[in-house]
């Protein structure tokens, strides 16, 4: 196994335990167990649950995507005891994503920006000369910081849009309609918010990862530190 393959794991590990064996477990169990909504939910929230109370114990700190899911499944468990109403069905599966996005936009506010843990693997790829460099900006380079904050703020933004109109549309819109169009809603949704942030934020932060690689390469072959490189 490569030294490469090694630097990878522990940066995809958070998202992969936090995101991933949550969401694919619900699918898992509702779909290839055939169990129902709020057990599916209920059977996903266990991992989550378990990783903030291990943060919260060992850490003396909250695990910010972990207790993100945990609060979404929570929410679909309670959503999971409304019925009846189609109109009420459809528009709760958007309070679900409301949470999402709430939690992302408080994120960037707090100056924990959520989304992070989602994009830095696929900018640092594992490579402890990119993670060395991701580290120096974020200590020195406010523009770095700020292209961070703005990631999450276009994702938490598109998120919370996403949920209105399709709160506002299954009000106003004829039920079969919005079956179909909330499908349509959510693929638009994460299409422009991932051209949005990648031309906003992720875009320039490779750009700046890359160039401090190259400074902190030049300043090793030079004998110098690579410490407050980044500005």
Not at 10 to 24: E, F, K, Q, R, Y
Not at 41 to 69: F, K
Not at 176 to 194: E, P, Q
Not at 225 to 230: H, I
Request: some cysteine; glycine content about 12%.
């Amino acid at each position: 196994m490569t030294t490469k393959t090694h630097a990878k794991r522990p940066a995809l590990a958070p998202l992969i335990v936090d995101v991933a064996v949550p969401v694919g477990g619900y699918y898992l169990l509702k779909d290839g167990f055939g169990t129902s909504t709020f057990a599916a939910l209920a059977g996903s929230s266990v991992v989550p649950a378990l990783r903030t109370a291990w943060g919260v114990v060992r850490e003396r700190a909250v695990n910010g995507l972990a207790a993100l899911i945990l609060a979404v499944n929570v929410v679909g468990l309670l959503l999971g005891l409304v019925s009846g109403d189609p109109r009420l069905m459809l528009a709760k599966e958007s309070a679900v994503g409301s949470v999402i996005g709430l939690g992302v936009l408080v994120s960037v506010a707090f100056g924990k920006p959520l989304m992070t843990a989602a994009m830095k693997p696929w900018l640092v790829k594992g490579r402890a000369e990119r993670e060395a460099a991701w580290e120096r900006l974020c200590a020195g380079s406010a523009d770095f910081r700020r292209a961070e904050r703005v990631f999450s703020g276009v994702w938490g933004g598109f998120l919370l849009a996403e949920c209105v109109v399709r709160v506002v549309g299954a009000y106003t819109l004829p039920v079969d309609t919005m079956v179909w169009l909330g499908s349509v809603i959510v693929v638009v949704t994460l299409g422009s918010a991932f051209l949005v942030s990648g031309a906003l934020a992720a875009g320039p932060m490779a750009r700046m990862l890359l160039a401090e690689v190259e400074a902190g390469g030049r300043a090793r072959s030079a004998g110098m530190p690579e410490v407050a490189l980044a500005r």
